[in-house]
């Protein structure tokens, strides 16, 4: 079994439409879990007791993070020959970014894996060739103002078998602070 801590976006109808519609047809993993805001990436060995009240701490003082995700963007996977089309956020960023290096503190410090530089994303398609990632974000049309969103919660996800189900749930409890971009 793989673990993940994941954030997923409250979007309006409208714009939940639009992810669903591309990733129905370009994300391999569309149908196994909704969009989502990755921020600690497959790890193995954990203590439950432990790992929920690293998560439970964290999400008491974390407030929603309101996000807007306004840009599109190719990367090269960095698990495997793949590349990727990221909805990319605007505002929200500097939120998710921090968020994620709190998470890799405690309990999940060991647990850095990827690019050397977290980039916030929601994931919108998958492919072997980068021009068919290319083609696909110049073909793609973003909601005017882009995608807003609220991310609430942790969630604490496992992957088995090709299945993927959520483990536990921790909403944001903390005060909102001055915006951050």
């Not at 439950?48 to 995700?69: D, G, K, M, N, W």
């Not at 990827?114 to 083609?135: C, D, K, N």
């Amino acid at each position: 079994m793989t673990n993940f801590i994941v954030c997923y976006p409250q979007l309006s109808a409208r714009n939940r439409q639009w992810i669903d519609r591309v990733r129905r047809n370009n994300d391999p993993q569309a149908e196994a879990i909704a969009p989502h805001v990755t921020l600690v990436f497959g790890f193995t060995e954990v203590e439950r007791e432990s790992l929920e009240e690293h998560l439970r701490e964290r999400a008491a003082v974390q407030a929603p993070i309101a996000a807007t995700f306004s840009a599109l963007e190719c990367h090269k996977g960095v698990r495997e020959e793949a590349y990727y089309a990221y909805l990319m956020p605007a505002r929200g960023r500097i939120a998710l970014t921090a968020l994620h290096d709190q998470l890799h503190r405690g309990v999940l410090a060991d647990e850095k894996f990827g690019a050397p530089v977290y980039v916030p994303h929601v994931t919108l398609a998958r492919s072997r060739s980068r021009a068919a990632i290319e083609t696909l974000i110049a073909s793609l049309t973003l909601p005017e103002r882009g995608i807003a969103a609220v991310l609430p919660a942790l969630t604490w996800v496992a992957a088995d078998d090709g299945t993927i189900r959520d483990l536990a749930v921790f909403p944001f409890a903390g005060k909102p602070k001055a915006a951050h971009r």
